[in-house]
């Protein structure tokens, strides 16, 4: 079964330091996400991209948040400045065009 | 008013047991409707996956969306201690390539032998 690969599965930062957080899509899909879980809340959509670039992003998603796909497989969240309140669960995702998202195993960043 | 609600429960039930997970929504707008299952610590795992209203079965699965009524189910039968996990509703307005998924809070489910 084909699965959405992210490392770290766990990432410690210093607070301002900047951090990025890794996936491998699934390789047939053209569409990927971020999403994070804070501990006890619910999954709440960052950002969307498609055909290279940004389609759609959310208010969590600021200037300090950054994507990229550097190359064929990879796709990056960059966050440049941490600050504590960033520590969560970051899950990637990747579909097709009309089927149900497939997420990855996550990475739990702490921001101490 | 919250745009997706869903009952944290914990939910405790005994093997066998028919379970009945639950969401309610308040934008009419959502069309696509999926249900999720999480393990501690790790990533949603895609369980159903329906369009507009109706029902969907797979194996021990069912879903249901009522539009009308702006509430989905999922129905769990013969449950199994393996099914104890957290299990998230999720909804778009549209394609799930094209829209962000807003989530619930997802309700805790134990399964007891």
């Known amino acids: 079964e084909p699965e959405v690969t992210q490392t770290p599965s766990h990432q410690v930062t210093q607070m301002g330091q900047e951090v990025i957080l890794r996936c491998v899509p699934i390789s047939n899909h053209l569409y990927f996400y971020w999403y994070r879980q804070i501990l006890g809340q619910k999954v709440e959509f960052l950002v969307s991209?498609?055909?290279?670039?940004?389609?759609?992003k959310s208010e969590i998603f600021d200037d300090q948040f950054s994507v990229e796909r550097p190359d064929g497989s990879n796709f990056t969240l960059k966050i440049r400045s941490t600050k504590l309140e960033d520590s969560a669960m970051y899950f990637c995702?990747?579909?097709?065009?009309?089927?149900?998202?497939?997420f990855g195993s996550g990475t739990r960043l702490t921001v101490v | 008013q919250k745009e997706v609600e869903q009952d944290p429960g914990p939910l405790s039930v005994p093997e066998g047991a028919i379970v009945s997970l639950n969401c309610t929504y308040s934008?009419?707008?959502?069309?696509?409707f999926m249900w999720y299952r999480q393990y501690s610590r790790k990533g949603p795992e895609l369980l159903m996956y329906t369009y507009s209203s109706g029902n969907k079965e797979d194996g021990r699965f069912t879903a249901q969306v009522d539009k009308s009524s702006k509430y989905i189910s999922l129905f769990i039968r013969d449950s199994q201690p393996s099914d104890s996990a957290t299990y998230l509703c999720?909804?778009?307005?549209?394609?799930?390539?094209?829209?962000?998924?807003?989530f619930g809070k997802g309700t805790k489910l134990s399964v007891k032998p």
């Open positions: 991209f498609y055909n290279n670039e940004i389609s759609e």
């Open positions: 999720a909804m778009s307005g549209f394609g799930g390539s094209q829209g962000n998924l807003i």
């Open positions: 934008n009419s707008a959502f069309q696509y």
């Open positions: 995702a990747s579909s097709e065009w009309t089927s149900g998202y497939t």
